[in-house]
């Protein structure tokens, strides 16, 4: 564990104590990394992926479930009900091309996966919720939910109605002692953001070395990647008691690029 789990772990252990929390995507990256800081704040989690391999050892890991799927096959999930009292919505994939080369079909999956899937998940777990009296819907956008950048026409698009959905959630479920927020990393560490590097290379002509520093942190004031664990430790925190006047919010983790 590094330092940044370690300051994640001390400080929230036992914060969702009793509470039941299900990730997306949850079996890599950011997802792993919300997985591992809500089981150690107290929660029992699910690990959802498409990798039933990779989610069952980590569920493993963490003493909580796992749940292989395909989430961009939404027609099964129009009837699924889910009991949980925290929703992760964060599993997602990049394409990157210029709009008039775009494959209309990467197009669409990605809105499965990225958009309908976030809305029949939350459609599933905010009846329990409301019979509850608590709930807590976290979307792990991007700053591309409040930005755009050339070539990411379908996950600009997607990121920008999860935004969207994720506020309506908000008002709906107020009454019922509900919250939804999105959180807006810039490019964390993780296998999606090495896959763009190659790709983003390709499309601007320049060596993958200089993928990083001449496109990814061109816009950010803070000349890092994010960490996974630092927006777990946001999650954890959003998942909380403590932030139960904090709804229809999008906060942003992009090292000062919204800021320009």
């Known amino acids: 564990m ?33 997985v591992r800081a809500l089981a150690a704040a107290g929660a029992t989690v699910t690990v959802a992926d498409l990798d039933a391999e990779a989610a069952a050892a980590l569920a493993h890991e963490v003493s909580g479930e796992s749940w292989a799927v395909d989430l961009a096959d939404t027609t099964a999930l129009e009837d699924v009900r889910l009991d949980v009292d925290i929703l992760i919505n964060n599993a997602g994939v990049q394409r990157v091309a210029p709009i008039h080369e775009f494959d209309p079909e990467a197009w ?24 509850r009296g ?6 792990i956008s991007s700053v591309h939910g409040v930005r755009a950048s050339a070539y990411k026409s379908a996950y600009v698009a997607a990121k920008h109605a999860l935004e969207g959905l994720s506020k309506v959630t908000a008002l709906e479920g107020a009454p019922h002692g509900v919250t939804s927020n999105c959180i807006n990393p810039a490019y964390v560490r ?5 896959k ?11 060596a993958e070395g200089e993928v990083v520093e001449k496109i990814m942190l061109t816009e950010s004031a803070v000349k890092r990647l994010t ?5 777990a430790s946001l999650v954890v925190w959003m998942a909380s008691d403590a932030s139960g006047m904090v709804t229809g919010s999008s906060y942003a983790m992009d090292g000062g690029w919204a800021a320009s």
């Open 2 to 34: 590094n330092s940044a789990q370690d300051r994640t772990s001390s400080a929230a252990a036992g914060a969702l104590a009793g509470r039941r929390a299900l990730v997306t995507g949850g079996a890599s990256g950011i997802g792993a990394a919300c």
């Open 108 to 131: 669409r999956l990605m809105h499965r996966l990225m958009v309908e899937s976030p809305f029949l998940l939350t459609r599933a777990v905010l009846p329990g919720m409301y019979e």
């Open 134 to 139: 608590f709930g807590r819907v976290i979307g």
């Open 190 to 194: 993780t296998p999606l953001v090495e």
């Open 196 to 206: 763009q590097i190659a790709d983003q290379a390709r499309i601007h002509g320049i």
């Open 227 to 231: 960490e996974p664990e630092e927006v």
